[in-house]
């Protein structure tokens, strides 16, 4: 059974042991502090499982803070591409109002790692 590694009201980590994936999965929109623990505890379990590949459930996804996106480019980004996950994929409605912030993500990622979009779980497992 997969157990969420880091769960608060903002969001989730669960390593999906079966698929060798970290899932983050947003539930609203957080900041700052509640923003980033959210996103090193996924960093964390990316570090511990060799190859496993990130996942992240964007539907409940948000607009980030200017300083949170400063960070994730220039702090969380880099760390993860020194982990050995190749596949980034997000998971997001087919119509977004987010859209304009996850492409903005997606080219960051894309520096990196490979980058698709889906609309479910089972179609990110099935990119990768």
Same mark, same amino acid.
């Given at each position: 059974?997969?157990?969420?590694?880091?769960?608060?009201?903002?969001?989730?980590?669960?390593?999906?042991?079966?698929?060798?994936? &970290?899932?983050?999965?947003?539930?609203?929109?957080?900041?700052?502090?509640?923003?980033?623990?959210?996103?090193?505890?996924?960093?964390?379990?990316?570090?511990?499982?060799?190859?496993?590949?990130? &996942?992240?459930?964007?539907?409940?996804? @948000?607009?980030?803070?200017?300083?949170? &996106?400063?960070?994730? @480019?220039?702090?969380?980004?880099?760390?993860?591409?020194?982990?050995?996950?190749?596949?980034?994929? @997000?998971?997001?409605?087919?119509?977004?109002?987010?859209?304009?912030?996850?492409?903005?993500?997606?080219?960051?990622?894309?520096?990196?790692?490979?980058?698709?979009?889906?609309?479910?779980?089972?179609?990110?497992?099935?990119?990768?």
């Amino acid at each position: 059974m997969n157990q969420p590694i880091y769960d608060t009201q903002y969001g989730n980590v669960t390593y999906m042991q079966e698929d060798n994936v &970290v899932l983050l999965t947003w539930k609203k929109k957080c900041s700052f502090d509640d923003y980033r623990n959210v996103t090193l505890a996924a960093l964390e379990t990316l570090q511990k499982h060799e190859n496993s590949n990130f &996942v992240v459930d964007a539907r409940n996804g @948000f607009e980030d803070e200017k300083e949170d &996106v400063e960070w994730g @480019f220039s702090v969380l980004l880099p760390a993860m591409s020194k982990t050995d996950c190749k596949s980034v994929i @997000f998971i997001m409605e087919v119509v977004n109002e987010i859209e304009e912030e996850m492409d903005m993500w997606t080219k960051e990622f894309k520096k990196y790692f490979t980058v698709d979009k889906v609309t479910s779980y089972r179609d990110a497992i099935d990119k990768l």
